[in-house]
């Protein structure tokens, strides 16, 4: 076991229940993206599957252990989507099935929901159905989006646990041991840039992104002094994903740039590019940046909700949006 380090404290107080013989049988882990939660639920399963635990860590040695690390344990089951689709009530139903079986190791069995929030409807009574009459040493572990709506019986019938990003510094100190030969300056904007989520941050800068974002903001640039909409157009992805990060990006460039107007020096997402964002923000009142954000803001929105329209389109009109009600 290798928790990552914002893992460390959660893992600590859910084992420790159990050890106070508090355990709940079925936990919901409602998770923001980018954190690894899926690890920690593996590194936990693990624990509950040990038949000789060391406090709150597995033995290593027994039978079960050695099961789990040749990924071959009879008793931890996982449910997930298929090609992308909901889980369905036949999923449940086997699992069910397999249930009623005793346990091959005679100890604890695991069942692992990913992505429980696909389940469908008909899956998601299905599964309520076992978590009210629960088998002796059977656990349920649920993993859901933060955001996400869950059947409400469901969730009532589950301890949940929240896990968030991490403070900025945790994340920092982390991501500072994986990429030694960043400078500060770089390290704490790709941090800000990815929201603390410290996974996030580090394909972010594996794939070399903070460079793409300076570039792209560089076009940005030359789209605010010269209002050529079809530059900016140009430097634009064509996948809704990337899209919305680079639209986040010129979102950043404005709500930093508003700061700078009231004189905020503390918590820019974008301190590496500090003289010129000064420079936008001199050039522009402070309501004009605040309906530069709704106005990004938006364009994200729409991208999200309306699939019937083509995207660029979407940020063409919102581009000319920013020359006409913003620039001018």
Not at 212 to 220: A, I, V, Y
Request: proline share 3%; with cysteine; charged share 20%.
């Amino acid at each position: 076991m290798n928790l990552y380090p914002w893992h460390n404290e959660i893992y600590h107080n859910i084992t420790q229940s159990f050890l106070n013989g508090r355990g709940h049988h079925a936990l919901l882990f409602k998770t923001d993206i980018g954190l690894g939660t899926s690890d920690l639920i593996y590194d936990f399963a693990y624990w509950l599957l040990c038949q000789n635990k060391q406090g709150n860590q597995p033995c290593g040695q027994c039978k079960s252990c050695l099961l789990w690390e040749s990924n071959n344990h009879p008793d931890f089951h996982q449910i997930e989507s298929i090609d992308g689709k909901d889980m369905s009530v036949d999923q449940i139903r086997d699992l069910t099935y397999q249930l009623q079986q005793f346990s091959q190791q005679g100890g604890n069995s695991v069942i692992y929901i990913a992505g429980a929030e696909r389940l469908t409807e008909s899956a998601a009574n299905a599964l309520l159905k076992t978590l009210e009459e629960p088998h002796d040493n059977v656990y349920f572990l649920l993993e859901a989006p933060l955001q996400s709506a869950m059947l409400a019986t469901i969730q009532s019938r589950c301890q949940t646990w929240l896990l968030q990003a991490p403070e900025f510094q945790s994340a920092y100190q982390w991501l500072s041991a994986h990429f030694p030969d960043l400078s500060a300056e770089e390290l704490e904007t790709a941090v800000r840039l990815c929201h603390n989520r410290p996974l996030i941050c580090k394909t972010f800068l594996e794939s070399d992104r903070l460079t793409t974002r300076k570039e792209f903001l560089r076009t940005f640039w030359t789209f605010y002094k010269h209002r050529d909409v079809w530059l900016l157009l140009s430097a634009f992805d064509k996948e809704i994903p990337a899209i919305l990060q680079q639209l986040e990006w010129i979102d950043s460039f404005f709500t930093d740039a508003l700061k700078a107007k009231l004189n905020i020096s503390t918590g820019w997402v974008n301190p590496d590019l500090f003289k010129g964002i000064a420079l936008f923000s001199q050039g522009l009142p402070a309501q004009a940046l605040l309906k530069g954000h709704h106005i990004i803001q938006q364009i994200q929105r729409d991208l999200l909700e309306i699939n019937a329209v083509n995207a660029e389109l979407m940020l063409a009109n919102g581009f000319t949006r920013l020359v006409l009600e913003v620039f001018e």
